[in-house]
């Protein structure tokens, strides 16, 4: 069974940096696109980065210059480097295949913004 382990989450002020790292088990990784989720309390879950298994990445307009995916095809393991955060980049951060989530959910990380 695949799963997902996200790390790295923690509590920074604004205008600080955090590093997510996503563990994936299986061979899914390597011939999938992968995604960074996050939700916020109350709000949906939404993409904030994704990366195919070519390299090429996709953010949307919210956190494009500040958020930067990257892969680790021999590591099964997916990054999202995380600078200048905002208050609004509180939330839980999920990984997952995309454009269509093919894993059961992590537990996702925790990642708070003070101001």
């Known amino acids: 069974q695949v799963q997902l382990v996200e790390s790295g989450g923690g509590l920074v002020q604004a205008g600080g940096s955090l590093r997510l790292s996503c563990a994936v088990s299986?061979?899914?990784?390597?011939?999938?696109?992968m995604g960074w989720y996050r939700q916020a309390p109350g709000k949906q879950r939404t993409l904030v980065a994704a990366?195919?298994?070519?390299?090429?990445?996709i953010y949307p307009d919210s956190v494009k210059g500040r958020f930067t995916i990257s892969r680790d095809n021999a590591k099964n393991t997916v990054y999202l480097e995380m600078n200048s955060l905002k208050p609004e980049d509180t939330a839980a951060y999920y990984c997952?295949?995309?454009?269509?989530?093919?894993?059961?959910w992590g537990q996702g990380t925790q990642v708070t913004v003070s101001s």
């Open positions: 997952n295949t995309w454009p269509t989530t093919r894993i059961g």
């Open positions: 299986g061979s899914i990784f390597s011939i999938n696109a």
């Open positions: 990366v195919t298994n070519g390299g090429s990445t």
